[in-house]
Each structure stands twice: as structure tokens, then as C-alpha cells.
């Protein structure tokens, strides 16, 4: 099993540009979670979703964020535009119903 | 969602055993307690997790207080790649959220 693959791993970006973080779930998972984490923060949960349907978005800072998750295999998370205080590491983590949650190695972004 | 709390930061000696404190005191009957860990620039891994009674697996234990307002993870031989920050989550199947966690240092 490949584990949660997040893409890219790491990115850079000048303020007021497009970025996209894309997710592939661990097949079969059908809860997808995506989480942010800086060193003021901590790790804060933005959205997570059940069988592709979103279920809580009360994380998500502002209307510059946004996640979709078209199918089972695949989410973004896509923020526009991007500001520097965006700068994190931002994790996606899957799961099946009441089981373990996995996370993947996380995409570091710095928005200058 | 339940409440912890637990010590900023701990210190070990390797090859020595660790305990790793939670309170959870407004923990529902229903949640599972979930310790997970954060290894550097990694993404949180699971530990273990239990109800009520003790639990045991290759990475850990847990032992569970018969009131469960508290938990304490036991690491039974401290290594240098146990370092890391621990993370005590009470959870029932909705959304898993982090408090700051412990971070433990292991001293060679």
C-alpha cells in the first residue's frame, strides 16, 4: 500500500498566486481530512469529508480557501490568493469508518 | 469535543521507560482514547489506542484510567527515534482534532 500520497512536497509562491495541493487517498478509505500546522497553531483540522461529501468546513481560515474531492482518489485544496501568513504544512490524512487515520508526509508551502 | 491536557515536554534517558500523561477529564463514554505521534518533519503516526482497559501493541502501552479521566502511553525502552511529540486524542469516529501534544527528547 502507497499510504496517503500528497503532492507537491514542497512549494513556493509569491503572494497573490494560485496554489493547489492535491490528495490521493489510501483506496478504500472513505473519510479524507485535510489539516494545516504551523509553529503558532499547532495542527488544526480545515475540512474533512465523508464519502466525498463535505461534512465540516468550519476550519477553513477564509473564502481564499477552498477543497473539493470529485471522487474517492482524489481531493485539492486550493487556496487564491495566497498571502504569506498561507505558510504551513499543510497534512492530508484518510481513514475508514472508526478505524485508524493515516496521514501522508504533508506539502510545505511558502508563500513570499 | 473532549478537553486534554498534557505536559509540554518530557526528557528521557534512552533504554529507560517513558510515561507519557493525558487528562481527559470531559471525555463522552463512547470516545476511544487515540495517542498518536509526530515524529520531525513527518506527518502524525498512529500509536495506539483503547476504551477501557489496558492495551498493548509493539510500539506501546496504555493504560487507561478506571474512570477514564486520564491515560498514561508507556514507551517501555526509550530510543533516540522515539523522539518525537505525542498526541493524546479522545475520538469517536468524527473528526480527529490535536491539542499541542508532549515533546518528548531521549537523551543518549
Known amino acids: 500500500d502507497a499510504g496517503v500520497i500528497q503532492s507537491p512536497r514542497h512549494e513556493v509562491t509569491e503572494m497573490g498566486q494560485e496554489v493547489t495541493l492535491r490528495c490521493k487517498p489510501i483506496s478504500g478509505h472513505n473519510s479524507l481530512f485535510w489539516y494545516r500546522q504551523t509553529m503558532m497553531r499547532g495542527l488544526e483540522l480545515l475540512i474533512y469529508?465523508?464519502?466525498?461529501?463535505?461534512?465540516?468546513d468550519s476550519g477553513m481560515p477564509e473564502d481564499r480557501f477552498s477543497a473539493k474531492m470529485p471522487n474517492a482518489s482524489f481531493s485539492t485544496l486550493k487556496i487564491q490568493p495566497s498571502e504569506p501568513r498561507d505558510s504551513a504544512v499543510y497534512f492530508c490524512a484518510s481513514r475508514r469508518s472508526r478505524e485508524t487515520q493515516y496521514f501522508g508526509p504533508g506539502t510545505r508551502l511558502l508563500v513570499l | 469535543d473532549a478537553k486534554t491536557t498534557q505536559p509540554n515536554s518530557m526528557e528521557s534517558n534512552e533504554e529507560e521507560p517513558v510515561h507519557l500523561p493525558c487528562n481527559h477529564s470531559t471525555i463522552s463514554g463512547t470516545d476511544y482514547i487515540h495517542w498518536y505521534r509526530q515524529l520531525p518533519s513527518q506527518g502524525p503516526e498512529y500509536v495506539i489506542h483503547?476504551?477501557?482497559s489496558n492495551v498493548n501493541n509493539r510500539m506501546a502501552s496504555l493504560a487507561i484510567a478506571e474512570d477514564r479521566k486520564s491515560s498514561t502511553l508507556i514507551l517501555h525502552r526509550a530510543t533516540l527515534r522515539d523522539a518525537a511529540v505525542y498526541y493524546c486524542i479522545p475520538y469517536n469516529n468524527n473528526d480527529m482534532r490535536f491539542g499541542a501534544g508532549t515533546r518528548l527528547t531521549v537523551k543518549p
Open positions: 469529508f465523508n464519502n466525498n461529501v463535505p461534512i465540516d
Open positions: 483503547g476504551l477501557t
